[in-house]
Nanobody, 127 residues
Framework: QVQLVESGGGLVQAGGSLRLSCAASGRTVSAYGMGWFRQAPGKEREFVAA????????GYGDSVKGRFTISRDNAKNTVYLQMNRLKPEDTAVYYCAGRIASTGDYWARNSNNYVYWGQGTQVTVSS
């Protein structure tokens, strides 16, 4: 079983940048496909980005495509979400998630595929 802890959230002005980190412990993160999801007050959880075990495959939600970048450093047991050109509508709690995955460049956007979840980190973008 893997434990996930997010960090890097905070308050930023529109147009600014933040980098979220997801540190894994308990097991090596290289065994898992990873994803980022977010949930704003009163809204359903939304897919943000996902990455395959090797990092060779990535996918993004339409609302963040071209602005956010997911990456992973398996040697550091950490997954990142670089968020640029932030907008007020990006305000949400951001969650890191892990899924048991085979090798290959496959990634998943459906939250039901993910077994392990972090506690979340708040991102607030002011206008």
């Amino acid at each position: 079983q893997v434990q996930l802890v997010e960090s890097g959230g905070g308050l930023v002005q529109a147009g600014g940048s933040l980098r979220l980190s997801c540190a894994a412990s308990g097991r090596t993160v290289s065994a898992y496909g990873m994803g980022w999801f977010r949930q704003a007050p009163g809204k359903e959880r939304e897919f943000v980005a996902a990455i395959s075990r090797s990092g060779g495959g990535t996918g993004y939600g339409d609302s963040v495509k071209g602005r956010f970048t997911i990456s992973r450093d398996n040697a550091k047991n950490t997954v990142y979400l670089q968020m640029n050109r932030l907008k007020p509508e990006d305000t949400a709690v951001y969650y890191c998630a892990g899924r048991i995955a085979s090798t290959g460049d496959y990634w998943a956007r459906n939250s039901n595929n993910y077994v392990y979840w972090g506690q979340g980190t708040q991102v607030t973008v002011s206008s």
